[in-house]
């Protein structure tokens, strides 16, 4: 399969490794000589890394980069199976390259865009053939993530659907199929465990730390919420929160925050700037600082922390499968696979009992009579029946 690849970024790069890996033609595009020769030369690298751990030989390495190519013509995309738009989260941005690259590829050449909360539906109806066109959203780093959200829009023909999901699942990815609602599956249903985080900080509950050893310690999660948002850029972050504010009608759950606004503002964007809700040195490892140990008090406020989180995150899934975004294993597998929580959220609501999670929601709500905090009718309508998940 001819695979062309727009955007040499570290998404387009990783996209065009794992389809290099899995035998595919590949063809690298970016309108900037300079950043396809930054890609070739960090390519290099991670194979050169992977031949260290023993994960590949130097004849596997040569295969993989002898199946790339760097091109800075869209023209060259010309003999694509399947390209795939790893740029700049901007519409008309996206829609403008669609249009000129369905001028040079043939009728028959899937076209798809790794966007992360942005209308597929849109995107396509830059297109004479908007059948074509869907989704494909990979998680970074492309390689190692298992996940991939297939996303179909209205008007994304079966055919194409059904070739997508082969095409991904031959490269050894994990398919999560998602209603083409802003942010799909994982970038949906995550948005509580940054969301409610920074409200417990702005709440004063308690500091970014505290938050986030909350989560990694009683809930195991590999990583706390503001460790992670400066892992992905407060910049990115934000956008994202904003973008799904926006495209869901300004509904109070997915509310921006100010407190990361601020940050995004002031630099402050993580790991990438050498400062966030934690320093950085130049190698971008997080500088820890000596920690009291905490009383047990402390520990029953960590406990209520997450909790809370949890409740939320829970809430959010059910209401994704309320609402038929995706399916109920396909929900669990995003979240595992996609984001490396420690349980699918469902799975986790029936570890707690539905029971709890209701009871839970409505204390919040009792408490705040924010929207924010409403209960999803399949929870509620679960708890009357005494159903579970799975």
């Given at each position: 399969m001819n695979v062309g690849i727009i955007g040499s970024g570290t998404m387009g790069s990783g996209i065009a490794q794992v389809a290099?890996?899995?035998?595919?033609?590949?063809?690298?595009?970016?309108?900037?000589?300079?950043?396809?020769?930054?890609?070739?030369?960090?390519?290099?690298?991670?194979?050169?890394?992977?031949?260290?751990?023993?994960?590949?030989?130097?004849?596997?390495?040569?295969?993989i980069q002898d199946n790339i190519s760097y091109v800075d013509n869209l023209k060259d995309l010309s003999d694509s199976d399947l390209t795939i738009e790893a740029i700049i989260e901007n519409l008309e941005?996206?829609?403008?390259?669609?249009?000129?690259?369905?001028?040079?590829?043939?009728?028959?050449?899937?076209?798809?865009?790794?966007?992360?909360?942005?209308?597929?539906?849109s995107i396509a109806s830059s297109l004479k053939k908007p059948k074509r066109c869907v989704g494909i959203h990979f998680f970074n780093p492309a390689p190692l993530m298992k996940l991939v959200e297939v996303i179909p829009a209205i008007q994304t023909s079966y055919e194409v659907l059904e070739k997508t999901i082969d095409t991904i699942t031959s490269w050894q990815k994990v398919v999560a199929v998602a209603k083409d609602t802003p942010g799909f599956i994982v970038n949906r249903v995550?948005?509580?465990?940054?969301?409610?985080?920074?409200?417990?900080?702005?709440?004063?509950?308690?500091?970014?730390?505290?938050?986030?050893?909350?989560?990694?310690?009683?809930?195991?999660?590999?990583?706390?919420?503001?460790e992670l948002m400066d892992f992905i850029g407060n910049d990115v972050n934000y956008t994202v929160t904003e973008t799904v504010f926006k495209e869901f009608y300004f509904d109070p759950r997915y509310k921006p925050?100010?407190?990361?606004?601020?940050?995004?503002?002031?630099?402050?964007?993580?790991?990438?700037?050498?400062?966030?809700?934690?320093?950085?040195?130049?190698?971008?490892?997080?500088?820890e600082n000596d920690n009291v140990a905490l009383s047990a008090v402390e520990e029953s406020l960590k406990q209520n922390i997450f909790e809370r989180v949890l409740v939320m995150l829970i809430n959010e899934a059910a209401?994704?499968?309320?609402?038929?975004?995706?399916?109920?294993?396909?929900?669990?597998?995003?979240?595992?696979?996609?984001?490396?929580?420690?349980?699918?959220?469902?799975?986790?609501?029936?570890?707690?009992?539905?029971?709890?999670?209701?009871?839970?929601?409505?204390?919040?709500?009792?408490?705040?009579?924010?929207?924010?905090?409403?209960?999803?009718?399949?929870?509620?309508?679960?708890?009357?029946?005494?159903?579970?998940?799975?």
């Amino acid at each position: 399969m001819n695979v062309g690849i727009i955007g040499s970024g570290t998404m387009g790069s990783g996209i065009a490794q794992v389809a290099a890996t899995t035998g595919c033609k590949v063809k690298l595009y970016d309108t900037n000589r300079a950043a396809l020769d930054n890609a070739k030369a960090a390519l290099e690298k991670i194979l050169s890394r992977l031949i260290e751990k023993g994960r590949i030989d130097s004849a596997e390495k040569i295969r993989i980069q002898d199946n790339i190519s760097y091109v800075d013509n869209l023209k060259d995309l010309s003999d694509s199976d399947l390209t795939i738009e790893a740029i700049i989260e901007n519409l008309e941005i996206k829609q403008k390259v669609f249009s000129e690259l369905e001028i040079y590829v043939s009728e028959d050449c899937i076209i798809a865009s790794n966007t992360s909360s942005l209308s597929i539906a849109s995107i396509a109806s830059s297109l004479k053939k908007p059948k074509r066109c869907v989704g494909i959203h990979f998680f970074n780093p492309a390689p190692l993530m298992k996940l991939v959200e297939v996303i179909p829009a209205i008007q994304t023909s079966y055919e194409v659907l059904e070739k997508t999901i082969d095409t991904i699942t031959s490269w050894q990815k994990v398919v999560a199929v998602a209603k083409d609602t802003p942010g799909f599956i994982v970038n949906r249903v995550a948005r509580p465990f940054y969301g409610e985080a920074l409200r417990i900080y702005e709440e004063g509950i308690a500091d970014f730390a505290t938050i986030d050893s909350s989560l990694k310690t009683i809930g195991g999660f590999r990583m706390g919420p503001f460790e992670l948002m400066d892992f992905i850029g407060n910049d990115v972050n934000y956008t994202v929160t904003e973008t799904v504010f926006k495209e869901f009608y300004f509904d109070p759950r997915y509310k921006p925050s100010f407190t990361q606004k601020r940050f995004a503002e002031a630099g402050y964007l993580g790991r990438k700037s050498g400062i966030g809700y934690y320093d950085y040195d130049n190698n971008g490892k997080k500088i820890e600082n000596d920690n009291v140990a905490l009383s047990a008090v402390e520990e029953s406020l960590k406990q209520n922390i997450f909790e809370r989180v949890l409740v939320m995150l829970i809430n959010e899934a059910a209401d994704a499968l309320f609402l038929n975004i995706a399916s109920a294993e396909d929900i669990d597998n995003a979240m595992t696979k996609g984001v490396n929580y420690p349980k699918g959220l469902l799975a986790w609501a029936d570890e707690k009992g539905i029971d709890w999670c209701v009871s839970k929601l409505d204390e919040l709500y009792d408490e705040y009579h924010e929207d924010r905090y409403r209960c999803s009718p399949l929870l509620r309508k679960m708890n009357r029946e005494h159903k579970t998940f799975f």
